[in-house]
């Protein structure tokens, strides 16, 4: 298969990237190498995948028309990863990501339909759940009700997605990402940030008393979730991919110090507008019809990514 990645060279987009070269499919990517992260880390992504096979890049902004053209020739499938991330920010900058996370999948869809390209897996979150779910969080579950503007663009893009399935007769997937993490992970986020500040010997931000909870998801789980939903595309359907468990945030902060061998120091705040209490996947739905599995366990998951991240010296290193 000839597939799209959007966002390819970014955590999750790169390791999708590889998993399709391995299997033989032939894949492009583009990204626009923003500023959100250090570009150098996205180029380091690169680097790794093409080790694995040859892969097409187009540095480039899904916003402009010609771009997106030529990233979808000779493409039988798009994987759309690309987006602004991150609950915290898009309280301060709201109108970016509707514009990123609405708008831009939108003019994705619309050269898709002019090119004839009928099939799509949409990266959505679990962030969507809000903080009135009683866990575990079922895709049938009442979502209306986000708290944070990123939440918000992440239901408008499903329900996008759900009317361009029924108006143009395309085959799109939304996919509920629970909390990914894993080598290459983005530095922003609470795994790596925290890694990062104990090898500095800096305290850890603990948001509330530590008492909340996340699902969190290893690279390798959620790609193979990724590959299985492109493989069962069918109209329009909805899974959730996290682990089906969970850890609170100081069980997890005593698991990284552990794995690095560092004792954590904390420095308690209040709890963040935006940030939900718990998170936990129902993975009922997408283990009878994607056979997804997950099989890394936090404390192992945990233990994979300290071992890469010693083996990064320059994510620490003050320069």
Known sequence: ???????????????????????????????NFNTFYDPKLKQKNIDEMRKVGDVRLIRGDLMDEGMRQSALQDCDAVIHLAAWAGVRPSIEMPVLYVEQNLLMPTLLVESMRKAGI??????????????????PFAEDANILAPVSPYAATKIGGEALAAAFAHLYELDITALRFFTVYGPRQRPEMAIHKFARLMMQNRAIPRFGDGSTSRDYTYIDDIVGGVVAALDHLGGYQVYNLGESDRITLSELIELIGEALGVQPQIDALPVQPGDVSHTNADISRAKKHLNYDPQVPIAEGIRRFAAWFKTRPELWQEI
């Open 1 to 31: 298969m000839r597939v799209l990645v959007t966002g390819g060279a970014g955590f999750i987009g790169s390791h999708v990237a590889e998993s399709l070269l391995r299997r033989g499919d032939s894949v492009s990517i583009i990204d």
């Open 118 to 135: 009928r099939k799509l897996v949409w990266a959505s979150s679990s962030s969507v759940y809000g903080e009135n779910s009683n866990p």
